[in-house]
T-cell receptor
Framework: GAVVSQHPSRVICKSGTSVKIECRSLDFQATTMFWYRQFPKQSLMLMATSNEGSKATYEQGVEKDKFLINHASLTLSTLTVTSAHPEDSSFYIC??????????FGQGTRLTVV | GQNIDQPTEMTATEGAIVQINCTYQ??????LFWYQQHAGEAPTFLSY??LDGLEEKGRFSSFLSRSKGYSYLLLKELQMKDSASYLCAVIDSNYQLIWGAGTKLIIKP
């Protein structure tokens, strides 16, 4: 199957700082990328859907000014958690799709804000 | 290494029952998810199992045996709209999500 690489896999940051997470599709062009958040022992929560070259569509309750998503190319999308706080500590996962196929998932990023 | 196995494709008839199996070998276990995904769309959550046994939710049920590293998703009274990919995913001891490749389910009238 296609490969989606997510980086970093783990990050610890201080409260108030910003963290950028990258999601790359390595062997296909991803017209759509999805960003999810997962709390321990709970299901994935879709945060936003981004299409290459356009603004992301955020799910209800997700602060778009806090979770900045950029999908500037067909192989890269980034999620920036701005002014992170301990409650933002979570597991963030991306997936990528070219609309003709199922989405392929990254390995996830475990964010810990201290 | 870590590995999740599920069949690549299955075919079933409308109105029938189908069982999609998932076996896993991971470093630790903190739960197993089943997701449904239609092409070009985000996956939707179906079930979460962390204890052994069967969890029933309407037409869908999910079973887990941690000692066997095994789970299945059971779909009853199949409808055409159930044609989709079904993904099995395990959270390991480091809270990394390990995904299966997905099972493409084809429903025939």
């Amino acid at each position: 199957g296609a490969v989606v690489s997510q980086h970093p896999s783990r990050v610890i940051c201080k409260s108030g700082t910003s963290v950028k997470i990258e999601c790359r599709s390595l062997d296909f062009q991803a017209t759509t990328m999805f960003w999810y958040r997962q709390f321990p022992k709970q299901s994935l929560m879709l945060m936003a859907t981004s299409n290459e070259g356009s603004k992301a569509t955020y799910e209800q309750g997700v602060e778009k000014d806090k979770f900045l998503i950029n999908h500037a190319s067909l192989t890269l999308s980034t999620l920036t958690v701005t002014s992170a706080h301990p409650e933002d500590s979570s597991f963030y996962i991306c997936s990528a799709s070219n609309a003709d196929t199922e989405a392929f998932f990254g390995q996830g990023t475990r964010l810990t804000v201290v | 290494g870590q590995n999740i196995d599920q069949p690549t494709e299955m075919t079933a008839t409308e109105g029938a029952i189908v069982q999609i199996n998932c076996t896993y070998q991971t470093s630790g276990f903190n739960g197993l998810f089943w997701y449904q995904q239609h092409a070009g769309e985000a996956p939707t959550f179906l079930s979460y199992n962390v204890l052994d046994g069967l969890e029933e939710k309407g037409r869908f049920s999910s079973f887990l045996s941690r000692s066997k590293g095994y789970s299945y998703l059971l779909l009853k009274e199949l409808q055409m709209k159930d044609s989709a990919s079904y993904l099995c995913a395990v959270i390991d001891s480091n809270y990394q999500l390990i995904w299966g490749a997905g099972t493409k389910l084809i429903i025939k009238p």
